[in-house]
């Protein structure tokens, strides 16, 4: 999988953040939003059953106290005692009296001390609203079971149907107690229809709009009393969510056309019927506007998305373009151009990283510098180990094969020559020298005049050391042979090649050092070198020895060297395996 | 001269079995019903005096049931006084066709009335040295007194069939005499919900002890 760049990483970055900051906003918003219209709801909720609460406290209250005052009249309860179920008309004729101030539409009944209810006539219309004089009986049956609780007063409410319409009763229930033997002597109960209230069933069929808006009324059971008509069949879905969600002070109703519902139980007299408030808010408005909202939310997110977009563009641009020439000045590090520059473009971060590039690019470049003028001052494999801090001070004693290359004739040929010519032909004559010493694994220890010292085997060796030097001593031989055919000066080398233990290391001060290697077989490589003839390879026995049939020798008488107090044993090389020489004239 | 002579002798031939025979007496014991919750005794109306007096312990009626002649007269006109806010006697037993005058010797306003089926009236508000309104009480029943003024006035009428009747005293205890031998019902009226009663047969000279035990 390609990795993404810096760009697109940028980019995804901010388009995130601006994602994720819009999501955030929209669900803090819309939180807002609900909990704002779900305050104000409750809010008008309460306000309105506050509003009815006191209406119907103001309504209900001088009726309660017009009730109680009756309840305490002399005349009543001595009316009401000499009452019973089938003469009462007294009791209603000194009722009438008293209550002449009562409206039209308020009706009053008695009860006896058993809750047998008093008939003033048999055929009085005051059952009328309450489906008749029988249904009255069956729907005020718990009068006599209130008498004997302590309440002296119970209000609630009662739905009642009359002429095919319910209509919400309210109700008062005084009971009449003589003062002085505190004997129950029946009950005076006073109802009046709740104004504005109509069951919502009634309503035309027609009016679907009607359940928008704010709307009141009174759950009683199971059925709805509001102020303006709920058509079915929401009406119906109303009275049963209602009747299973009593427990529950607000609910929502009708997913395809939400409402919320505030219910709160109107305290009842034991025995009534429970009833609740009602409060009925359309959802309508707060959907609208959230939508609205969530649909402004997500412009504005939008449009910062482009924004956040664009200026990551331009940002991204201004930071890629630095990058780039930074990723390209790297390439051209690896590639081993150390003089690269980037250009700096700000005093930002990315400027610093330039400066910084550019600084290392100086210090890679300086220690390149250092590098190949130490290579050319030291065989390139001892510049490494010195480098790598490996040839440390001090010596180690190892197996190594020296050979000694010099030329024949040297001093007579450059008596007359003038410097820069002798200078010329050595720097052509080492360099081919150099180049084969190097193939053939060996590292040219120094150059003395016209003498190459180089050693096989240290500063690590490469496995047959004695074989290397043995093939390098007669390439020696066999490049400058090929070298006096192009080149204006004909040099004839000889070369002596030993094998040995030897001390190997960097020798010198702390200021100066020189890796080379010292012991007697050194010396004997030198000696050999010197009694080699023109075209010559000399080797010592050891070197013999380690060869074996790789190499083919002539043995040359012995050989009494200058430094070495016996005769030393000496051999005409002549190959080594593919590689021979002539034998020199 | 003569119409006093003829009044005289008739009297005498009425009261000669009383002198003839030696009559009957009952004495006994009604346990009466526990005195209930006294009332504030507040006046209905703001500015009428408060009346803080409970009512006495309500005695019980004793009486003789049985058939006897009616009165060659009219009984004896009866009282029942408004006087301290109360109705004294609390509970006053009378013969049918008795007239009750309602004299009230309190210095402020009564307004006595009664709703009852035996006798529906309202005497209205009248004061201490106004002439006391009277009511003939021509059946036998029950009547309950009451004062719209005064809430906690209460007071009974018991019209009876009958001239052997007396009152217990407040801790009950009763006694009848001058009572004719024969088969009666003793009856001890507490209420309209507790009348206690037991069959009697009197001789004359006899003396009976009666308790009844409320009901």
Redesign the interface.
Known sequence: MRAMNFRLKLLLAMMLVVAGATGTALYVSQQRVQATYQKLFAQLSHAKIESFTSLQETRLGALKDKSRELAQSVRLQAALHESDENDATNLYLVAKDELRELSDNTIYVFFDSQGRLLVPTQNDSRFNRFGGQGQFRKQFSFVGESLTNNLPQQVGMVGAMADGRWQLQQIIVTKVIDPVTQETLGALLLAFPVPDLVSGRNGSPSQTNSTTGIKFGIWLDGRIYSTEPIPEPHISDLERSISENLKQTEFLIWPDEPHRVFLQEITSGSGLPAAYQVCLYSLADFIADQHKLKIRILIFGALTLLGAFLISLVLTHGLSVPLRELVAGTNEIHRGNFAVKVRVRSRDDIGKLASSFNEMAEGLALKEKYRTVLNLVADEKVAKQLIDNQAALGGELREVSAIFCDVRGFTALTQNMPPEEVIEMLNEHMAVLARVVKQNNGVVDKFVGDALMAIFGAPISHGNDALDAAKCALSLVIEREKLNQTSKHKLRIGVGLATGKMVAGCMGSTDRLNYTVLGERVNLAARLCSSAKAGQVIIDQTTRERLGETISVAPLPELHLKGFSENVVAYELRSAENIRINTPQ | MRDKFVKLLTAVICALPLFTHAQATIDGNVTLLPT?????GES?YPGAPTITTA?AQLPAVVFLEGQFPAAATPPPTARMVQTNAQFVPGILPIRTGTTVEFPNDDDFYHNV?????LK?FDLGRYKKDEKPPAILFDKPGVV?L???IH??M?GIIVVLDTPYFTTTSTNGTFHLENLPAGKYVLKAWLDEKHVCEQPVELHDGDKLHIDFPAK
């Open positions: 209930r919750a006294e009332s504030s209905r009512p009335f009664s709703y009852s089926k529906s309950r009451n004062c719209e809430q906690q209460r």
